[in-house]
């Protein structure tokens, strides 16, 4: 059976490498994209969310922030502009993150940069999420906070 070989590259280093991937799940700019072997040729662009990479019966979750996607001959090459793997993310300091980011969004003062803070808290979210989601398939439970599914900043 065709297996796909996956690359997770940022500008610093490879986060992610394997050959023997049977399915890819990304945050497309218009939505998630699944991938299986034998995948039409594909170029698109990435959002911020969660990647899933899953080989047999493990699946691993990356949280990715912008890039490209590019799939072609089993190859499933991901050029981002930051990635993280799920046990590399502190929830400790994500979640210090958003809180930060929540109180600057609750402010309501003209310096604020509310689309900064806006990304600042939806990055923080997508960091929480992998992060409990990767604990909680460990049965680890929850560090830092119960666990949840991000919400949106509506």
Do not use: C, W
């Not at 994209?33 to 959002?47: F, K, N, T, V």
């Not at 050029?79 to 994500?94: G, H, N, Q, Y």
């Not at 979640?95 to 600042?120: F, G, N, V």
């Not at 997508?126 to 949840?148: C, F, N, Q, S, Y």
Request: net charge positive; aromatic share 2%; no cysteine.
């Amino acid at each position: 059976m065709a297996k796909l070989k996956v690359e997770v590259i940022t500008g610093e280093r490879v986060v992610y490498e394997a050959d023997d991937v049977d399915m890819v799940v990304v945050p497309g700019a218009e939505g998630a994209i699944g991938i299986l072997p034998r995948h039409a040729p594909l170029i698109s662009l990435l959002s911020m969310g969660e990647m899933r990479i899953r080989k047999g019966n493990d699946e691993q979750s990356l949280a990715v922030f912008g890039g490209f996607i590019e799939v072609a001959h089993n190859v499933v090459r991901v050029l981002a502009d930051t990635a993280e793997r799920a046990e590399e993310i502190d929830i400790a300091r994500a979640e210090a993150a958003r809180q930060r980011a929540q109180a600057r969004l609750q402010e309501r003062t003209a310096e604020i940069d509310r689309a900064r803070a806006e990304a600042a808290f939806r990055r923080s979210l997508v960091r929480l999420h992998v992060a409990r989601k990767r604990r909680a398939r460990a049965g680890l439970g929850a560090v830092g906070g119960p666990l949840e599914q991000p919400q949106g900043t509506g």
